[in-house]
């Protein structure tokens, strides 16, 4: 049993700081298999996220007692990074363990321990891991010197299909239109892309680059958009609220509200429907600053997942220093639309908000009559993108992700956007989706 006073000091003793987080590679080179991790220390639970498939080993040794996770065939690519955390979890630690794994280290306190029994490791997905720590307890006599577990593997929907976003079952590629896609890339070859489309009622896709990292542009807007929502779910924000348009956060670019005078008032729910509809540079910097700034938004970007999403800069980042990629635009959007990052309410306030954005040259102009898309664009001139759930009318949806670096406002690189977004509309826009590849209306004939 665990005495009184031992409860307090363990107690006392686990006010961490509210979160660690660590990018650990740069924008646009991924350098290491580890993407990224973080520890949320208010709920002693650890995340992280690999760019190939892993299995975790984790062990628990004394001596001083730590919590081991190795990562087998991933090599780090760079020195030894460690961060202290508080007093009884001590550090967090990452380092290249051998020439081939890659090793994650939970140092604990002399006199602590865990029950690795209540030790829950769990494949969010095939790159994406979790790690649930228990309390830390007082060390007894006995604690054996080793032990081990296994981790829970998210069940797959069959042997051919994994859950895309923990929620989506992803089947098959469509194989039958890559040869198409991939000779309009050919025809457009001073462009470099990345795009990713998933039937959401067949689990087929088209990854090409999906995981490419680019410039998010103004599709950084979408996450916070539904970060906003989250907020507004959880009553730390409200739509009538007032915010004041500060003169360290009026920008030029896209947007109107440039143009008002500094310290003109909007609502949250004006501020938020210029920031998607009309891409205002300057709402965006009042919502980033009202939920608390990038840094909290990057964090809660990575417990959703994303891999490639973070804020560097506020709006205009004119120089793309902020990133994503088309798999992870796929990703906040699957996970929106099945009701995973807001509630019923506030997806219908999301999805509206983006079905009135004004820009509708790049995925929209490649649809079909009575085709509805709920999207985001970003254009820097060097960079175009854009993101969005397509409903079509013989009911099928699906989600679209793409990016391109073109030459300076080259509109080729619209053009391109727009015959892709054709291609996979003709495609699923037919019974037999292969069919569409002979349509008389097909982007390329």
Do not use: C
């Not at 009184?4 to 107690?11: A, D, G, Y």
């Not at 650890?46 to 984790?58: C, H, I, M, R, S």
């Not at 009553?235 to 348009?245: A, F, P, Q, Y």
């Not at 004004?358 to 709920?374: E, N, S």
């Amino acid at each position: 049993m665990i005495l009184t006073h031992k409860e307090n000091i363990l107690k006392f003793s686990l006010l961490l700081p509210s979160f660690l987080s660590l990018f650990l590679f740069g924008s646009t080179v991924k350098a290491a298999a580890i993407a990224n991790w973080h520890f949320d220390s208010n709920r002693n639970h650890l995340d992280f996220t690999t760019d190939e498939n892993v299995q975790p080993k984790v062990q628990l040794l004394t001596n001083p007692t730590r919590l081991v996770i190795d990562l087998s065939g991933v090599t780090l690519g760079y020195p030894q990074t460690s961060q202290r955390v508080g007093l009884v979890i001590q550090e967090i630690r990452i380092e290249q363990f051998n020439a081939q794994t890659t090793r994650m280290v939970v140092t604990l306190a002399p006199g602590y321990t865990f029950d690795l029994t209540q030790v829950k490791l769990q494949e969010e997905s095939p790159n994406h891991w979790s790690v649930q720590l228990p309390k830390p307890l007082p060390l007894t006599a006995t604690q054996p010197k080793y032990l081990e577990i296994t981790p829970s593997i998210s069940p797959r929907v069959s042997d051919h299909s994994t859950l895309f976003a923990g929620v989506v079952p992803m089947h098959l590629p469509m194989k039958a239109l890559e040869p198409e896609i991939k000779a309009l890339m050919n025809r457009y070859s001073f462009l470099k892309t990345g795009m990713f489309f998933l039937d959401l009622d067949t689990g087929d896709y088209l990854d090409i680059g999906g995981d490419r990292v680019f410039p998010a542009a103004s599709t950084i807007k979408l996450p916070i958009l539904i970060a906003f929502f989250q907020d507004l779910d959880a009553g730390k924000v409200t739509l009538n609220e007032i915010l004041t348009m500060r003169r360290d956060l009026v920008t030029n670019g896209s947007g109107t509200m440039q143009y008002e005078r500094v310290g003109k008032k909007y609502t949250a729910l004006e501020t938020i429907t210029k920031m998607v509809t009309i891409s205002d540079n300057t709402a965006t910097n009042m919502i980033i600053d009202r939920l608390g700034g990038a840094a909290k938004l990057n964090q809660r970007f990575r417990t959703w997942g994303l891999k490639d999403t973070v804020i560097r800069h506020l709006l205009a980042d004119l120089r793309g220093t902020n990133t994503t990629s088309s798999e992870d635009m796929a990703r906040v959007l699957a996970l929106v639309v099945n009701n995973k990052l807001v509630s019923l309410q506030s997806r219908e306030q999301v999805l509206d908000i983006l079905r009135h954005t004004t820009i509708r040259t790049l995925l929209p102009a490649g649809l079909g009559k009575g085709a509805v898309i709920a999207n985001k664009t970003g254009d820097i001139g060097f960079l175009i993108g854009d993101a969005g759930f397509i409903t079509m009318p013989n009911g099928k949806r699906y989600l679209a992700a793409i990016f391109v670096t073109r030459p300076y406002k080259d509109s080729r690189g619209r053009d391109f956007i727009r015959q892709v977004s054709q291609l996979v509309y003709n495609y699923l826009n037919q019974p037999n989706p292969v069919a569409s590849l002979n349509s008389p209306n097909s982007a390329t004939r």
